[in-house]
T-cell receptor
Framework: DGGITQSPKYLFRKEGQNVTLSCEQNLNHDAMYWYRQDPGQGLRLIYYSQIVNDFQKGDIAEGYSVSREKKESFPLTVTSAQKNPTAFYLC?????????????FGPGTRLTVT | GQSLEQPSEVTAVEGAIVQINCTYQ??????LSWYQQHDGGAPTFLSY????GLEETGRFSSFLSRSDSYGYLLLQELQMKDSASYFCAVRDAGSARQLTFGSGTQLTVLP
C-alpha cells in the first residue's frame, strides 16, 4: 500500500535539544510539505519541497530546517532556536506543485518539549 | 496575505444536512480545498473547487463563488462518523500556490 509514514508518533525532548522528525513516502510524489498544528488551530506551513535538492520556506520556517536528498524522504529538524516547539507535526505530499490542492498526509508526530 | 474565516463549531443530528461556510481574502486566487480531520488523526482531502459552481462527491458537495470570495462544504445524510474538524484551504499566488488553511470547524453529529 502506498502512503506516507512518520515516525515516531510521540516524541519527548528536553529544551535546548535539536530533534529530527522523519517523513517517508512511497507515492512517487514530487512535492512534500511540513505543517505544524497547535490545539484548536489550522495547519501552518513550515517548509515545502517541489523537487529533490530544493526546498522553500513556508509561513513559519524560523527555528526549523529540512533536507530533500531523496524523492521519498523529507526530514524536519526542530532546532533549539524554535521558541515554542511543542506541537503536532504533519508531513504531506502531492503529485506535484500544480496538485498542491490535493495533499496526502502522514499520521503525524506529536512533539513535546519540556 | 491570506485570511480565511469559517465557523468554529457546528452541531447537527444524524441524517440531517449541514453546511460549513468559508470566506476568504487572497491575492491571485487559484482555488479552495476542503479537508476532514478526525481527532488526533491525519487530514484527508475531500474536494477542490477551482472554478465557480458545485462539485459533488457522494454525500459531500462543495461550492465556490469567486466573485463573493466564498465557498461552502455541504454534508448530507449525516452519520456519526462525520463528527470531525473540517478545514477550508485556499491556494493562491500570494503563497506561491501553496495551501493556507483556515482554523477549522468542529462538527458534532448527535444521535
Amino acid at each position: 500500500d502506498g502512503g506516507i509514514t512518520q515516525s515516531p508518533k510521540y516524541l519527548f525532548r528536553k529544551e535546548g535539544q535539536n530533534v529530527t522528525l522523519s517523513c517517508e513516502q512511497n507515492l512517487n510524489h514530487d512535492a512534500m510539505y511540513w505543517y505544524r498544528q497547535d490545539p484548536g488551530q489550522g495547519l501552518r506551513l513550515i517548509y515545502y519541497s517541489q523537487i529533490v535538492n530544493d526546498f522553500q520556506k513556508g509561513d513559519i520556517a524560523e527555528g526549523y530546517s529540512v533536507s530533500r536528498e531523496k524523492k521519498e524522504s523529507f526530514p524536519l529538524t526542530v532546532t533549539s532556536a524554535q521558541k515554542n516547539p511543542t506541537a503536532f507535526y504533519l508531513c504531506a505530499s502531492s503529485i506535484g506543485r500544480d496538485s498542491s490542492y490535493e495533499q496526502y498526509f502522514g499520521p503525524g508526530t506529536r512533539l513535546t518539549v519540556t | 496575505g491570506q485570511s480565511l474565516e469559517q465557523p468554529s463549531e457546528v452541531t447537527a443530528v444524524e441524517g440531517a444536512i449541514v453546511q460549513i461556510n468559508c470566506t476568504y481574502q487572497t491575492s491571485g486566487f487559484y482555488g479552495l480545498s476542503w479537508y476532514q480531520q478526525h481527532d488526533g488523526g491525519a487530514p484527508t482531502f475531500l474536494s477542490y473547487n477551482g472554478l465557480d459552481g458545485l462539485e459533488e462527491t457522494g454525500r459531500f458537495s462543495s461550492f465556490l463563488s469567486r466573485s463573493d470570495s466564498y465557498g461552502y462544504l455541504l454534508l448530507q445524510e449525516l452519520q456519526m462518523k462525520d463528527s470531525a474538524s473540517y478545514f477550508c484551504a485556499v491556494r493562491d499566488a500570494g503563497s506561491a500556490r501553496q495551501l493556507t488553511f483556515g482554523s477549522g470547524t468542529q462538527l458534532t453529529v448527535l444521535p
